[in-house]
């Protein structure tokens, strides 16, 4: 009787532990959207808007056209900023945070050039929580990049930090 009930449990957790991931996605999927509307309304065009969900993770980008103020050369073309994110649906997440919602790995480019990456890992790691908390990660190594075949070079220095954020998104510490 005991190794049935046994039997009947592991089964369980074996169930659970298959479909979690799934229904998890889909509410970071929820999240993810709620959180590139919020850029939305703040005046960026968003653009290129791609969510390929899976089961147990996800890839996501969007385009965000920066706005120009009025006063500034009317030919020119706004900057347009790709963000992809990789995203792997919870609750077993790995590091930092074995358990949550949702690990997202995000890099920025603008066009085909990469601004924001990392050195062997996801310059930017965010952890979502069980209850919707985040904890983001920012390790991104000092680089240099040509944009516009040249005319333009951007390079920066080292960038590591650590952002938390509350769920309601009352409280945030970094």
Request: proline share 6%; aromatic share 6%.
């Given at each position: ?46 653009t ?55 690990r ?5 480019r ?11 890992s ?39 930090g ?6 309601d ?6």
């Amino acid at each position: 009787m005991r190794a049935k009930r046994l039997t009947i449990l592991f089964g369980a957790i074996v169930a659970l532990s298959a479909v979690t991931p799934g229904l998890l996605g889909m509410q970071a999927q929820r999240q993810y959207d709620h959180y590139v509307d919020q850029l939305q309304r703040a005046g960026y065009q968003i653009t290129d808007r791609i969510y390929a969900r899976g089961w147990f993770k996800a890839d996501a980008s969007f385009t965000a056209v920066l706005p120009l103020p009025a006063d500034d050369d009317a030919d020119a073309a706004p900057p347009a900023l790709q963000f992809r994110s990789r995203i792997v649906h919870g609750p077993f997440l790995g590091s930092p945070q074995a358990f949550g919602l949702a690990r997202i790995d995000s890099e920025l480019r603008v066009g085909d050039v990469p601004l924001l990456v990392g050195a062997g890992s996801a310059p930017v790691r965010t952890v979502v929580g069980p209850f919707g908390n985040t904890h983001t990660i920012i390790d991104m190594p000092a680089r240099q990049a040509s944009l516009e075949d040249g005319a333009l070079q951007i390079e920066s220095g080292s960038l590591t930090g650590e952002l938390r954020v509350t769920a309601d998104g009352a409280a945030a510490e970094g």
